[in-house]
C-alpha cells in the first residue's frame, strides 16, 4: 500500500512539474490581475496617484451613467444579431463542406484563412467595404438597381454592417461543426434513406440533434465573444481619433470601458464596468445552460 502511495504521489509530482508553467502563468497574468482589480473597483484610481479607498462608489456611479447604459444596449443587440447569424452560416458551410468528395481539406482551409486576418485588419476592411458612397457593397447592390444604405453613418446600419463584417471570421467554428458532422454514424442516414426522408427531414430530425453538443458549445461561446466585441469596432469607429462616423451606435460595452480606464485613465470606474460585465456574461450563460440544455442530445445520455 505504501508503495502505491509513492508512485503515485510521483506520479502527482511529476504532472505538477509539466504543469507548473501554466499554473505560474496563470496565478501572475489571470488570478492576480482579477483579484486586484476587484479592489480598484472600490478606489479612485488615475494610474498617477496612489489609489483611494472610495467604497461602492463607482458601483453607483455606473447606475447613473447614460453611457453604460447604452453601450449595454448596443451590445445586447449586437449579440442578439451577430450569434445566430454565426451560427446559421457556420453550419451552412460545414454542411456544404461535408457533403463535398473532393478537395475538401483544400476548402476547409480557405474557410478558415480569413481567421487568421488581424482585427486591425477586418476593421480597416470594414469601411472600405461599407462605405455609403465608394464601398464595394453598395457598388455591388448598385448593379442590381438598389441604393444601399449609409452602413457607417447611419445609427440603424451601423450594428448590422459589424455584425456582417464579423462573418468573417467564422471559419474556427466551420472547422469544429465539420468535425461534429464528420461523428454522425452513417447508419442513422441510412436508416432515414430507407424510411424516404428528404435532406431537409434528416437534416432537422438526425444532424442536428447529434451536433446539438457542439452547437450549444459554439452558442456559448459565441455569446460570451459577441458581449466582449472591441477590436473590429473601435478600429473602425474610434481609432485615431475618427468622430466622422458614428459613434454612439458603435459603442460597445468593451470599448466604453477601455475609454475609462485607458484614455480617461479611470482605472477604479473601468475595474468596476469590467466587474458587471463578468457578472452579466456570468447570468447569460447560467441562463443558457438552464434553457437549452434540454435540447441537447448526448449519445450516451446526460453529461
Not at 470594414?126 to 445609427?155: R, V
Not at 442513422?188 to 428528404?198: H, I, N, P, Q, R
Not at 477604479?268 to 437549452?292: E, N, P, R
Request: no cysteine.
Amino acid at each position: 500500500m505504501s508503495f502505491r502511495r509513492t508512485m503515485r504521489w510521483k506520479d502527482t509530482r511529476a504532472a505538477l512539474l509539466f504543469i507548473s508553467p501554466w499554473i505560474i502563468g496563470f496565478l501572475i497574468f489571470t488570478a492576480w490581475p482579477v483579484i486586484n482589480s476587484a479592489y480598484l473597483s472600490l478606489t479612485d484610481y488615475d494610474v498617477i496617484n496612489d489609489p483611494s479607498f472610495v467604497g461602492l462608489d463607482n458601483y453607483r456611479a455606473l447606475f447613473e451613467d447614460p453611457k453604460v447604459g447604452l453601450a449595454l444596449r448596443n451590445t445586447a443587440l449586437f449579440t442578439v444579431m451577430s450569434v445566430p447569424a454565426h451560427l446559421v452560416v457556420s453550419l451552412a458551410l460545414a454542411l456544404l463542406l461535408n457533403s463535398a468528395t473532393k478537395a475538401t481539406g483544400f476548402f476547409r482551409t480557405v474557410f478558415f484563412l480569413p481567421k487568421m486576418t488581424p482585427p486591425v485588419a477586418i476593421g480597416i476592411l470594414l469601411l472600405m467595404l461599407f462605405n455609403g458612397q465608394s464601398g464595394l457593397i453598395n457598388g455591388f447592390l448598385g448593379l442590381f438597381g438598389i441604393d444601399g444604405p449609409a452602413w457607417t453613418t447611419d445609427p440603424d446600419w451601423v450594428k448590422p454592417g459589424l455584425v456582417l463584417m464579423s462573418l468573417w471570421t467564422v471559419g474556427s467554428s466551420v472547422v469544429i461543426l465539420l468535425a461534429a458532422l464528420r461523428g454522425v454514424p452513417q447508419e442513422l442516414y441510412d436508416s432515414a434513406l430507407v424510411d424516404g426522408a428528404g435532406w431537409w427531414r434528416r437534416t432537422l430530425r438526425i444532424t442536428v440533434p447529434m451536433i446539438s453538443p457542439t452547437l450549444f458549445f459554439l452558442f456559448i461561446v459565441d455569446t460570451i465573444a459577441a458581449l466582449q466585441s472591441f477590436t473590429e469596432a473601435y478600429t473602425a469607429f474610434f481609432g485615431s481619433g475618427n468622430t466622422t462616423y458614428s459613434n454612439d451606435a458603435a459603442l460597445f460595452y468593451a470599448i466604453y470601458l477601455f475609454q475609462q480606464a485607458f484614455e480617461f485613465l479611470h482605472m477604479g470606474y473601468a475595474s468596476a464596468l469590467a466587474w458587471l460585465l463578468f457578472i452579466v456574461i456570468m447570468a447569460i450563460t447560467g441562463v443558457q445552460i438552464l434553457v437549452t440544455r434540454r435540447y441537447v442530445h448526448y449519445e450516451g445520455g446526460k453529461p
